[in-house]
């Protein structure tokens, strides 16, 4: 039997990654202003994101 905590991986926010901003866990995916698709963090997905985006299920 393998452990699913250790294979769990995170999720980073694609916008703060574009901004020099690495490892930012990311809460949401969905659409962005820019018209791609991204995982964001609360709070970029509150400034880029479009319409209701997607939950991320965190682990
Ligand atoms: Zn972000």
Known sequence: ???EKDIKQKITC???ELEKKI???AKYEGNTI????ANMC???FSKYG???GVRVVTF
């Open 23 to 25: 490892n930012v866990e």
């Open 14 to 16: 694609r916008i703060c």
């Open 1 to 3: 039997m393998q452990k």
């Open 50 to 52: 479009v319409g209701l």
């Open 34 to 37: 820019e018209g791609f698709w």
């Open 42 to 44: 609360q709070a970029c």
